[in-house]
T-cell receptor, first 117, second 110 residues
């Protein structure tokens, strides 16, 4: 079956522009996660959705970052007024959501590589 | 949330057994331990999960001592294709944040 898909796969933008990153989870997965991974670094947790609700948004790096999920499916991560330090790979994952949180098996997408010039 | 500590990198040779240990001294009673594998330019992939003692699947084994303050991922007879970064994750069902460790970069040599 289809895995988690993300689009675009690569995005180059200029400093100050807004970008939208999209994640399509595996069908039937109620939980969805966003992470950021800078070059050669570990995974930085951004936000987690159970259905359309995000219990804790404190992982978002700044108020320039926002995320939403509609219909319990597709999610969009928006970065406003991008900065060079936003350059990273943005990974999305989904899980069945039966257990929730870190105990669920997460299935990751291929990521979106964002480059801010 | 339990903080995890792993070795930054390890080298081993094809055919050897590799053990990667993760320390999680402040693990909570309801926390589970999960390991993920990440190849370059890919998202991480689930390997194994456990709560206590030993868990084994077709890919790896996970050893957890009685005090659960650490866990060891064991990869039997590694091959070059096992070269990857391995992440230890500790957390509970009720956690709203997912904190991966910094990962161990495993390099398998021929």
């Amino acid at each position: 079956g289809a895995g988690v898909s993300q689009s675009p796969s690569n995005k180059v933008t200029e400093k100050g522009k807004d970008v939208e990153l999209r994640c399509d989870p595996i069908s039937g997965h109620t939980a969805l996660y966003w992470y950021r991974q800078s070059l050669g670094q570990g995974l930085e947790f951004l936000i987690y959705f159970q259905g359309n609700s995000a219990p804790d948004k404190s992982g978002l790096p700044s108020d320039r970052f926002s995320a939403e999920r509609t219909g319990g499916s597709v999610s969009t991560l928006t970065i406003q007024r991008t900065q060079q330090e936003d350059s990273a790979v943005y990974l999305c994952a989904s899980s069945l959501g039966l257990a929730g949180g870190p105990t669920d098996t997460q299935y990751f997408g291929p990521g979106t590589r964002l480059t801010v010039l | 949330l339990a903080k995890t500590t792993q070795p930054i990198s390890m080298d081993s040779y094809e055919g050897q057994e590799v053990n990667i240990t993760c320390s999680h001294n402040n693990i909570a009673t309801n926390d589970y331990i999960t390991w993920y594998q990440q190849f370059p330019s890919q998202g991480p992939r689930f390997i194994i999960q456990g709560y206590k003692t030993k868990v084994t699947n077709e890919v790896a084994s996970l050893f957890i001592p009685a005090d659960r303050k650490s866990s060891t991922l064991s990869l039997p007879r590694v091959s070059l294709s096992d070269t990857a970064v391995y992440y230890c994750l500790v957390g509970d069902i009720g956690d709203d944040k997912i904190i991966f460790g910094k990962g161990t970069r495993l390099h398998i040599l021929p």
